[in-house]
């Protein structure tokens, strides 16, 4: 697969944009400018090696570093401008049973409306003391006024007096969440034709407790796994009443791309490159702005959580801007965890959800199209360690090393076609010079070795594979020093 720059696929894209305003051109031209565009857009890098190629460089200077402005975060449970009007409560399920069908949910950007086009369950009206019925019935509840709903001191949703210690319901995807209930809702971006709408589950936990809400987003390329089971097993294991702030979790992002186990959406394109969205753009532009604006915009932290790509592996590691105050800070909460400095990519959820004012990180675990039982649990373990930095949970937590390992970072591609066998392990140290893998070319039998440029650590790699020249093979970490401002 050929690697291009970013700009490349703007040109074909500006050229389809003047011919589709250009009047009397013939549909036939305008389907081979798509065509052209589509496949310009398949080709686009993935963020494993093009993110870290141009990310901007760590700055040694921290003080003159960026931080992130909080537009507008006055609390986790205000609802957005696009938020539905009718808000109903959320019954409460323990996510630890067995879950019926979702009914199927989309949400109307035009409309701002939330439909239920399926019957659903809903409990009836209840306060926070309440037990909640855990049997269905058909009952509508009454409709609650947005701005009732979305007020953080309200206490017409929880019968606790104390100003300090009460946590409010949040509203989320038109429903109510009550503080100490966990609930399952579905999102969907409304895409799809009516009546094939499916929509995808999003995790809501909701503490009894005041606090921050953390967000995790899995499979945002639809053929990265790891992720989807990390999201699952750390929701499952929350309990409410013990919980301070939200955790929301997103367990398959790009739906599409995960029934059809790619990486792209159905148009080929990489959602996480169209964030933070446009509710008239192309698709993928339309998806991103429907996730950004029902559920990323309620976060104040996002873990956006996935793999390597196209046959590579990764040591479990995040990416993050250590350029950002809040972000250096942020990164300490994950235990066992290698930190790689990524300045990030336009498009990318996390660049936009930092421009956002989240605090936002990708965790990447393994490799895709793969369900790797070490990965996940490196995965679960760092964000329940997180949870107790952040002090929404407490457990007698275990920490691995006391701080994480910060890594810059460069990518070394084959220079040779052929078969890549790799002499060194993921993980491994290397030396300057050291040979990392030879490729054989099967017909010459001509072979090249891979060297390293520096010392430091295989932090990503590729699998033993047919490669071409250019392919990105390995990723090598030097370990840096971040200074502490405090
Ligand atoms: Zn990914």
Not at 87 to 103: M, N, R, S, V, Y
Not at 248 to 263: A, C, D, E, K, T
Not at 306 to 322: E, F, I, V, W, Y
Not at 438 to 455: E, F, K, Q
């Amino acid at each position: 697969m050929s690697m291009s720059h970013p700009l490349s696929t703007l040109v074909p894209r500006i050229l389809l944009a003047s011919l589709l305003y250009c009047l009397p051109c013939t549909s036939a031209l305008a389907e081979s400018q798509l065509e052209f565009e589509e496949a310009e857009t398949e080709a686009a890098d993935d963020e494993n090696v093009e993110d870290i190629e141009s990310s901007k460089p760590l700055r040694k200077n921290i003080d003159k570093a960026r931080k992130i402005s909080h537009p507008d975060q006055t609390g986790a449970s205000e609802a957005p401008e696009s938020s539905p009007k009718t808000t109903k409560i959320a019954p409460h399920i323990d996510l630890k049973e067995l879950a019926p069908p979702p009914g199927v949910q989309s949400f109307s950007p035009e409309t701002g409306a939330s439909e239920t086009t399926e019957p659903k369950p809903e409990p009836e009206p209840k306060t926070a003391t309440e037990t909640t019925p855990e049997a269905p019935h058909d009952e509508v509840t009454p409709t609650v006024p947005n701005d009732q709903a979305s007020n953080t001191d309200s206490t017409n949703t929880s019968a606790i007096d104390s100003t300090e210690e009460v946590a409010g319901a949040i509203t989320l995807l038109g429903t109510e969440i009550m503080p100490g209930t966990s609930t399952r809702l579905s999102w969907s971006s409304g895409m799809q034709i009516a009546g094939l709408s499916q929509s995808t589950p999003v995790l809501v936990v909701n503490g009894s407790k005041p606090g921050p809400t953390l967000c995790l987003t899995g499979a945002v390329h639809g053929d990265e796994l790891n992720g989807i089971e990390i999201v699952r097993r750390t929701l499952y294991d929350l309990d409410p009443e013990m919980l301070a702030g939200q955790v929301i979790g997103v367990p398959i992002v790009n739906l599409q791309g995960f029934q059809q186990g790619s990486r792209y959406l159905s148009d080929r394109r990489d959602l996480n490159r169209h964030f933070p969205g446009n509710p008239t753009g192309n698709l993928a532009d339309r998806i991103a702005y429907s996730l950004f604006n029902e559920i990323i915009s309620h976060c104040t932290m996002l873990v956006d959580i996935h793999t390597g790509s196209l046959k590579r592996t990764n040591l479990p590691q995040l990416r993050a801007d250590m350029n950002i105050a809040e972000v250096r800070t942020f990164v300490k909460g994950f235990d066992r965890m290698a930190v790689v400095h990524s300045s990030g990519t336009t498009g990318m959820l996390r660049t936009a959800a930092l421009d956002a004012g989240i605090v936002a990180v990708s965790m990447e675990s393994g490799e895709s199209l793969r369900i790797q039982e070490k990965q996940i649990k490196a995965g679960v373990n760092s964000l329940n360690s997180l949870m107790e930095k952040q002090n929404m949970i407490s457990r007698l937590f275990v920490w691995g090393k006391p701080e994480p390992v910060y890594y810059d970072s460069y990518w070394i591609r084959a220079e040779h076609a052929g078969i890549l066998f790799s002499k060194k392990k993921l993980g491994d140290r290397v030396i300057k010079g050291q040979v990392l893998g030879v490729v054989t070319d099967p017909i010459t039998n001509a072979s090249h070795a891979i060297h390293a440029r520096d010392t430091g650590r295989i932090i990503g790699m590729a699998v033993d594979q047919v490669v071409m020249a250019g392919f990105a093979a390995y990723h090598i970490g030097a370990e840096t020093e971040i200074p502490d401002e405090e």
